[in-house]
T-cell receptor, first 113, second 114 residues
Framework: AQSVTQLGSHVSVSEGALVLLRCNYSSSVPPYLFWYVQYPNQGLQLLLKYTSAATLVKGINGFEAEFKKSETSFHLTKPSAHMSDAAEYFCAVSAQGANNLFFGTGTRLTVIP | ETGVTQSPTHLIKTRGQQVTLRCSSQSGHNTVSWYQQALGQGPQFIFQYYREEENGRGNFPPRFSGLQFPNYSSELNVNALELDDSALYLC?????????????FGPGTRLTVT
């Protein structure tokens, strides 16, 4: 079985500050991991994915995440927050070879000018 | 290349009624998945269709059913609506055997049950 825990339902950062959104996963098989972003009244957009290749994954809009098996973590980071980064972020896991996603409860990112 | 589209965008139904939501997959995709996103929650997997057959199901009762058509568009049907069915319903398409395991989401249908 797969599951995801996102620590912190709300995160606030100043514009230009580091963004760190935490995700820990549980999986009985090797996982694939994803981060999605959701803007108000919109669907989900894929930011990045880990599918058992490089452990440091770079995505769109300057985001990246590192897969750490020993810590069962896949935290999302961005060196410098922009106002446009304000949104809801979801971490998701699937079993390797499977095609259904298990999502966390999300983290709402607020960027303070 | 057209993205995933869903209709309608909003819908209001009464408890006990039935509803059909529609999804058009991204061009070239052969798999569609449906998710329910309750307010303040992450999406939950309902089921997936591949080549017109159900190919996996989450923890949802049988009154949630679906169809996939030869053109890979899809429907989600919910019978005997309950108040807790109020949510954003998301459709996602993907290409099995592409090796990318990426799912592309539509904008969703917001269902309100009164």
């Amino acid at each position: 079985a797969q599951s995801v825990t996102q620590l912190g339902s709300h995160v606030s950062v100043s514009e230009g500050a580091l963004v760190l959104l935490r995700c820990n996963y549980s999986s009985s098989v090797p996982p694939y991991l994803f981060w999605y972003v959701q803007y108000p009244n919109q669907g989900l957009q894929l930011l990045l994915k880990y599918t058992s290749a490089a452990t440091l994954v770079k995505g769109i809009n300057g985001f990246e995440a590192e897969f750490k098996k020993s810590e069962t973590s896949f935290h999302l980071t961005k060196p410098s927050a922009h106002m446009s980064d304000a949104a809801e972020y979801f971490c998701a896991v699937s079993a390797q070879g499977a095609n259904n996603l298990f999502f966390g409860t999300g983290t709402r990112l607020t960027v303070i000018p | 290349e057209t993205g995933v589209t869903q209709s309608p965008t909003h819908l209001i139904k009464t408890r006990g009624q039935q509803v059909t939501l529609r999804c058009s997959s991204q061009s070239g995709h052969n798999t569609v998945s449906w998710y329910q996103q309750a307010l303040g929650q992450g999406p939950q997997f309902i089921f997936q269709y591949y080549r017109e057959e159900e190919n996996g199901r989450g923890n949802f009762p049988p009154r949630f059913s679906g169809l996939q058509f030869p053109n890979y568009s899809s429907e989600l049907n919910v019978n005997a609506l309950e108040l807790d069915d109020s949510a954003l319903y998301l459709c996602a398409s993907s290409l099995v055997a592409s090796g990318s395991y990426e799912q592309y989401f539509g904008p969703g249908t917001r269902l309100t049950v009164t």
